[in-house]
Each structure stands twice: as C-alpha cells, then as structure tokens.
C-alpha cells in the first residue's frame, strides 16, 4: 500500500541553524500539508501546497519556514534559523482530493539545542 | 473559529473492558470528521472518517464511531480493549476540499490487565 515517507526520523540541530526536512508524497496526491506537534501538545496545521504554489498557511508559517517541491516526488519544509520552540515532531500529508482523507507520513524529530 | 475538544486527557481502561472517546467540535462549514491513532513515536494512522450519510461508521481495529449533529459530536468506541489499543487517540475536523484539519489535543489511553 502506497505511503508517505518523511527523512530524516529524527534531526538534531543548534539554534540558529538552517534544517530542511524531507517528504515524498503518495505519487497520485495533489495536495501536500505540513503539520507539527509540540511534545504532548495537539497536532497544528503550518501549510497547504497545491500545484506548484502555497494555498494555505498558519500564523505558525512565519518568514522562516519556506516549503518547495523540487522535483516530481519531494516535498521539503526548509527552517531558515531554527529556535529552541521549533522543537517539535513535524508532519507531512499528502491528499488526492475529493472524498478521501490525508495520508500522514511517520514524522520527523526535530531537537533544537 | 474552528475547534475540537476531546475533554478526556488520560483514561484508563482493563483490557476486555468497553471504551468510548469524547469529541465535540465547532465548525462552520459541513465537517468531515476523523479518528486518527498515534503510537509513541509513530506517525498518524487513520482509523475511521465520516463524510456524509449513515451516521454510524465503522473503522478498522474493531473501532467505530458515532455523529451526532445535534450535540457536535464524534464519539469513538471499541467493545472490547486490547492491550495493543494503548495510544494516543486524536479527533480531528476538515471539509470538503482541501482544508486542513484542526486536530483536538488527544485523549491517550492506557489498558491495564
């Protein structure tokens, strides 16, 4: 059954650094969102990407989160200068539209020290 | 504004014992309405939706749920817990479209002997 991956599982970076974390989508999927949750908090919406372009974005989307999808597969959310309360588990969805749900992939570990 | 409530933060259950999961929300739009299960350190996993029609929907695990319009509500149950059913529990509501979800904060459930 198809799926959504994210890499890395886990990533561990000092304040101020840039991350980029990676996701490939279900290939049939026309939508793509990134999510984040707070360690024991609720999960959050940070943005929508269809067609090239962002259709939607939380106040969370601030300007130092950017998303891009590089080539026919991968999805990215770039973090330009990391903060401590970007610590979070990140994660990526992927939907085909119409009436169906959002695929979520296994997550991402972010740790800023 | 859009919200989900799942009023239970914690319960605990003996395994073989019956269950059921609060979930109230407030959405403007007709809601589509998800049961997603997170086990510690794992991704989301869908276990039921509702879109439309019969108001009692049956999702995988031995899980069902229940929309009540009248009283905003999504409850989710389960007969008879098992041991593996130990997890964090999220309600969450979309529409139709691409609409990001808004997640309630998760109910996590422990099944003792």
């Known amino acids: 059954e198809p799926e959504v991956t994210q890499t890395p599982s886990h990533q561990v970076t000092q304040m101020g650094q840039e991350v980029i974390l990676r996701c490939v989508p279900i290939?049939?999927?026309?939508?793509f969102y990134w999510y984040r949750q707070i360690l024991g908090q609720k999960v959050e919406f940070l943005v929508s990407f269809y067609n090239n372009e962002i259709s939607e974005k939380s106040e969370i989307f601030d300007d130092q989160f950017s998303v891009e999808r590089p080539d026919g597969s991968n999805f990215t959310l770039k973090i330009r200068s990391t903060k401590l309360e970007d610590s979070a588990m990140y994660f990526c969805a992927s939907f085909r539209g119409g009436l169906y749900e959002q695929f979520f992939g296994p997550g991402t570990r972010l740790t800023v020290l | 504004a859009q919200s989900v409530t799942q009023p239970d933060i914690h319960i605990t259950v003996s395994e073989g014992a019956s269950l059921e999961l609060r979930c109230n929300y407030s959405?403007?739009?007709?809601?589509?309405l998800f049961w997603y299960v997170q086990s510690p350190g794992q991704g989301l996993q869908l276990l039921l939706k509702y879109f439309s029609g019969d108001t009692l929907v049956q999702g995988i695990k031995g899980f069902e749920a229940e929309f009540k319009r009248s009283q905003s509500s999504f409850n989710l149950r389960k007969p008879s817990v098992h041991w593996s059913d130990a997890a964090e529990y999220f309600c969450a509501v979309g529409a139709e479209g691409n609409t990001p979800l808004v997640f309630g904060k998760g109910t996590r459930l422990s099944v003792i002997a």
């Open positions: 290939s049939n999927h026309l939508y």
């Open positions: 959405y403007g739009a007709t809601p589509y």
